[in-house]
T-cell receptor
Framework: SQTIHQWPATLVQPVGSPLSLECTVEGTSNPNLYWYRQAAGRGLQLLFYSVGIGQISSEVPQNLSASRPQDRQFILSSKKLLLSDSGFYLC???????????FGQGTRLTVV | TQLLEQSPQFLSIQEGENLTVYCNSSSVFSSLQWYRQEPGEGPVLLVTVVTGGEVKKLKRLTFQFGDARKDSSLHITAAQPGDTGLYLCAGFKAAGNKLTFGGGTRVLVKP
């Protein structure tokens, strides 16, 4: 069966520090991968998506970047965090466009 | 403005009442999905609709996809406290790989 792992669950980082959030998927090959950010009680904002290794589409100009060094690994990074980067970050995967997206447990990031 | 507009943003009702959540767009979608999310967790899929005019039922939940595939609705009959949560619509545009979400509707069902 397929599983998705996202870590860490919570993170408190000072302004100006770097960030690296990792997401890995098991049990499937060549998944579509997604990074979302969610404000409290609101919808999901698509940040990045990838349809293959090294292929990254950015949706929102911002202080973040994403990479897909391996087929089932998706990394969200920042060189210098801003206060506005605080939020709930979710990684997701799907087999194909139009099919169900499966989400990780999320990372609660607080920038102080 | 969001590609998918959900309304209302918040809904508080008494147990046993009915409710409807709307998801609207000016764009055509090849499919629309409805998710439910609990606090601190990722969203979980409830249903996918792909055909214009399609109606799907999941126990007390009824989902409808608009004829033009630009909008969808979620209707809950005789709501229960266990239906409390954040309901999210999401869609794929034709020939696209982006899964775009609406702003969410927070539903609170009071016992």
């Amino acid at each position: 069966s397929q599983t998705i792992h996202q870590w860490p669950a919570t993170l408190v980082q000072p302004v100006g520090s770097p960030l690296s959030l990792e997401c890995t998927v098991e049990g499937t090959s060549n998944p579509n991968l997604y990074w979302y950010r969610q404000a409290a009680g609101r919808g999901l904002q698509l940040l990045f998506y990838s349809v293959g290794i090294g292929q990254i589409s950015s949706e929102v100009p911002q202080n973040l970047s994403a990479s897909r060094p391996q087929d089932r690994q998706f990394i969200l990074s920042s060189k210098k965090l801003l206060l506005s980067d605080s939020g709930f970050y979710l990684c997701a995967w799907s087999v194909l466009a139009g099919t169900e997206a499966f989400f990780g447990q999320g990372t609660r990031l607080t920038v102080v | 403005t969001q590609l998918l507009e959900q309304s209302p943003q918040f809904l508080s009702i008494q147990e046993g009442e009915n409710l409807t959540v709307y998801c609207n767009s000016s764009s055509v979608f090849s499919s629309l999905q409805w998710y439910r999310q609990e606090p601190g967790e990722g969203p979980v899929l409830l249903v996918t609709v792909v055909t214009g005019g399609e109606v799907k039922k999941l126990k007390r939940l009824t989902f409808q996809f608009g004829d033009a595939r630009k909008d969808s609705s979620l209707h809950i009959t005789a709501a229960q406290p266990g239906d409390t949560g954040l309901y999210l619509c999401a869609g794929f545009k034709a020939a696209g790989n982006k899964l775009t979400f609406g702003g969410g509707t927070r539903v609170l069902v009071k016992p």
